[in-house]
């Protein structure tokens, strides 16, 4: 049977061409049944405060850099949104005098336009954000050296060349956008060889630090959340840490505090995560395959799926 057409945009694939059962399923799930899909290889977390969301968040930056020496750098691989983390990661490593010489981290994407990675001065730009919110906070005693922070640029050779160089990416942190992806590992164009169906799970998992178009909804998104609104003035493409990259990580944690998607798509990934339902038209649920991956939901954020008039 022929998948279903995108109600969201005929021309991609995303998670309305799934069958209706898994949508319906998901749709069902409390916050209960949601912990319960925990499995090996899979753990789903609850936080009662943001102020306990947000800080577990910051440690895992704190656990990963304090792991690392000179013959055993490691890392962590970091998102923009969400951000609150970021600020009290600088405060950490303050007060606890941490000396990050040894210690890494990885930008997971970037805005791209005309031709080039967005300058640092562009005022959406993902690096500019991760120094203001997080690295330039910290003394300039502990801070990580300029060389070892990571930012996916044009030209990727350099930064996927250094998920190669033998330092150790700790956990790859991240949200989840409205579209169901990690990083900007949005779903496909509904063209040429995917236009019947989407990219095989096989095949996307070997996709590796690219340039990208984004899927509508994600620039819909991404005005909302850091424009006012204004979509004209966000770019529809981006470079993307790959799943190359992602599959290199020990640990993947995603962080879900309901602002960036809402509760149905918070418990679709996890349903498909947890039931190892994987299809690329929800680029998140390939994450069933990797070995290490945790879902952080804050309990407040987590909603419910009924129909509400406002």
């Known amino acids: 049977m022929a998948r279903k057409l995108s109600m969201l945009a005929p021309d991609w694939w995303d998670f309305t061409t799934l069958n209706d059962e898994i949508l319906n399923d998901a749709a069902k799930l409390t916050p209960k049944d949601m912990l319960q899909l925990s ?13 306990d969301f947000y800080l577990a968040e910051a440690l895992e930056y704190i656990t990963a850099w304090k792991q690392s020496t000179p013959n055993n750098p490691v890392g962590i691989c970091g998102p923009i949104g969400p951000t609150e983390q970021l600020p009290l990661v600088a405060r950490l490593v303050n007060e606890l005098q941490m000396d990050l010489s040894n210690a890494h981290f990885w930008g997971m994407d970037e805005w791209y336009a005309d031709g080039k990675e967005v300058d640092i001065s562009h005022p959406l730009s993902f690096e500019k954000a991760n120094k203001e919110l997080c690295f330039d906070r910290m003394d300039k005693k502990y801070r990580i050296p300029e060389s070892n922070l990571h930012f996916p640029k044009a030209d990727t050779n350099e930064y996927t060349a250094t998920w190669e160089s033998g330092i150790r990416c700790a956990v790859m942190q991240g949200g989840q956008g409205d579209i169901k992806h990690w990083a900007f590992n949005d779903p496909v164009k509904r063209v040429g060889k995917y236009k019947d169906n989407p990219p095989p799970a096989e095949e996307y998992k070997k996709l590796s630090t690219r340039i ?42 995603i962080w879900h505090a309901g602002v960036h998607d809402n509760p149905f798509g918070q418990r679709l990934t996890a349903f498909m995560i947890g039931k190892k339902i994987i299809d690329s038209s929800v680029p998140m649920s390939l994450l069933a395959d990797h070995p290490n991956v945790q879902f952080n939901f804050y309990r407040g954020g987590i909603g419910i799926c009924a129909t509400e008039m406002h």
């Open 39 to 51: 499995r090996e290889g899979f753990k789903v977390v609850l936080y009662d405060t943001l102020e």
């Open 212 to 253: 990208v178009d984004l899927h509508p909804v994600t620039c819909m998104q991404n005005a909302r959340t850091s424009s006012g609104g204004i979509v004209t003035g966000v770019p529809t493409q981006a470079i993307t840490v790959g799943p190359a990259q992602t599959w290199k990580s020990e640990k993947v944690s």
